[in-house]
């Protein structure tokens, strides 16, 4: 679905829910951009364009929360691994993944071609106000993130005391 498809399906559901209109999709995202964001298109392609992740690269952030769902939805993380760390075991559980979904070299870092692979299993659930609900079809459960329709930031949350929180390279504010 285009970008712009899929923005008026969101304005279309947020005016029929007695919300406002929602924006455009940024063209691209980036760690410049200090989150991981909605990208132009279908929500199968919004996570092709990310920064890397790795035990040196935003090892401690948000952004490395999101990818443990991700991880922990396909059963290579616990639940307790989902600390917003990218230490050892998130490594670990990267190569995993990477081997089971031919996703690159299985080098234990979320790259671009990572990210796109996992991307391909998003789906939107609904639309809520300004947020689009979506959630990831792993091997074992499902996990679900919002988008803020506003800012077209991703968010993530370990549990439902924390929240959703924004999915920043440069904050861990989900894991607490």
């Known amino acids: 679905m285009s970008v712009r ?4 399906a969101v304005v279309l559901a947020t005016a029929l829910a007695g919300g406002g ?3 455009t999709a940024p063209a691209s995202a980036s760690t410049s951009q200090g989150y991981i964001t909605m990208a132009t298109g279908a929500v199968t392609s919004d996570w092709g364009d990310e920064g890397n992740l790795s035990t040196s690269s935003h090892a401690h952030s948000s952004a490395t929360g999101l990818w443990q769902a991700v991880l922990y939805a396909d059963g290579y993380l616990s639940a307790s691994g989902i600390d917003c760390r990218f230490g050892s075991g998130t490594k670990a559980a990267t190569k995993k993944f990477q081997s089971h979904f031919h996703a ?3 080098d234990g870092i979320a790259g671009k ?3 796109s692979n996992a ?3 998003l789906h939107i659930d609904y639309v809520s106000g300004n947020y689009e609900v ?3 079809q792993g091997i074992k459960r499902k996990v679900w993130f919002k988008i803020n329709l506003n800012n077209h930031r991703y ?3 370990k549990s439902t005391s924390i929240g959703y929180k924004d999915a920043s390279y440069t904050k ?3 894991c607490g």
């Open 5 to 8: 498809k899929r923005t008026a």
């Open 21 to 23: 209109a929602a924006g």
């Open 104 to 106: 690159g070299t299985a």
């Open 113 to 115: 071609k990572t990210f």
């Open 119 to 121: 991307d391909n299993r």
């Open 134 to 136: 979506v959630y990831y």
């Open 155 to 157: 968010q993530v949350r």
């Open 172 to 174: 861990a504010t989900a």
